[in-house]
């Protein structure tokens, strides 16, 4: 079978196709033939050797398939080949047939195309645990989003929509706050015009925020704290900072790093406000929470309820993902980027 192989760590152009084996199911897996995968920033994160737990390259990347069912392993209830599925995997998503465990799979409706399910577990599971089971959104909460344009952002600002709240969003470009105002956000920022935060204290009133998602880190994560009202939250899910180029910056790593701050139970205190941290493919043991979302989220999809912003398909092989991380580098994406066969 095909593969997409990182041989090294480095710039987009580092990814090699390369044949080989088949995988084989084993007990409690299954074996999809991929018809579309998702990229995510923590790929690149990845390919750039910056991403805690990943494994030393040569290796297969990819965190969200879907496509086909193949082969079912032993001990798997509730699949059979021929079924369509989307699953979450650690790595060997850039591949024309990947191995999960079937416990992080999820059957599809035919009326949810490959391109839309794959954009659906990493993006949409992370802004639902954000807002809902970390940040507790309540109706009527204002939140900020970062990086609205996003992957995960435009999962939030749908999901948020959904939940009665009053949605802040930053962005990089008058055409991306464009795109904002069209998806329903209130108060659409273009952080390159001036400082978000300003912007945001003079349409948030006295009060503040209830809530903030933050995937940038730095100073950025500093001053989204700073407009947190009593029993704010704010939910780091990031380091974009630490990433300018397509190349690992050791500068703009140290930079981001220390400029990150660092939270101290007394000044929560003092402030009545909370800070939490989450990390999808490190969230082990909650398996049921996860089923229970994505089984909504798939559900709201189907009915029309949610639907993934697509920014870009390339193909799903080397050359198709070089062109998409250099696409993400660029900044050039509104909503999810995947390979597709």
Not at 65 to 72: I, R
Not at 185 to 205: E, L, M, N, S
Not at 212 to 217: E, F, I, Q, S, T
Not at 279 to 308: F, N, Q, S, W, Y
Request: glycine share 12%; aromatic share 8%.
């Amino acid at each position: 079978m095909r593969t997409i192989l990182l041989p090294r760590y480095g710039p987009p152009g580092n990814f090699v196709d390369r044949e080989t084996d088949a995988p084989e199911p084993g007990a409690g897996d299954l074996v999809i033939r991929v018809g579309a995968a998702g990229i995510n920033f923590a790929d690149v994160l990845q390919r750039l050797g910056l991403y805690a737990n990943a494994p030393k390259p040569p290796y297969v990347m990819g965190f969200e398939v879907a496509g086909v069912v193949a082969e079912v392993g032993a001990d798997v209830r509730g699949f059979a080949p021929g079924d369509r599925a989307v699953a979450m995997l650690h790595g060997g998503g850039y591949a024309e047939l990947a191995r999960v465990p079937a416990m992080s799979a999820f059957r599809l409706p035919d009326s949810i195309s490959d391109v839309e399910a794959a954009a659906l577990p990493v993006n949409y599971l992370t802004a639902w645990f954000c807002l809902f089971e970390m940040g507790h959104l309540q109706r009527g909460d204002k939140v900020l989003i970062q990086g609205g344009a996003g992957g995960v952002g435009t999962a939030a600002i749908q999901l948020a929509r959904a939940a009665g709240a009053t949605i802040f969003a930053t962005a990089g470009s008058a055409e991306k706050v464009a795109y904002l105002q069209a998806a329903g956000v209130h108060h659409a920022i273009d952080y390159t015009a001036g400082p978000f935060d300003d912007a945001v204290r003079k349409q948030a009133g006295k009060r503040g925020l209830d809530l903030v998602l933050d995937a940038v880190g730095g100073d950025t994560l500093r001053r989204g704290y700073e407009l947190l009202a009593p029993l704010g939250r704010v939910v780091s899910y990031g380091l974009s900072d630490a990433v300018a180029g397509p190349r690992r910056n050791p500068w703009r790593i140290a930079r981001a790093w220390w400029r990150t701050p660092r939270f101290g139970p007394l000044s929560l205190i003092e402030r009545n406000v909370g800070v939490w941290g989450f990390h999808l493919a490190l969230l082990r043991g909650r398996e049921d929470r996860i089923a229970a979302a994505m089984g909504e989220i798939v559900r709201r999809v189907e009915t029309g309820g949610l639907k993934p912003a697509i920014a870009r398909t390339f193909p799903l092989n080397a050359g198709g993902a070089a062109e998409a991380h250099r696409f993400i580098h660029q900044r050039r994406n509104i909503g999810k980027v995947l390979l597709a066969r």
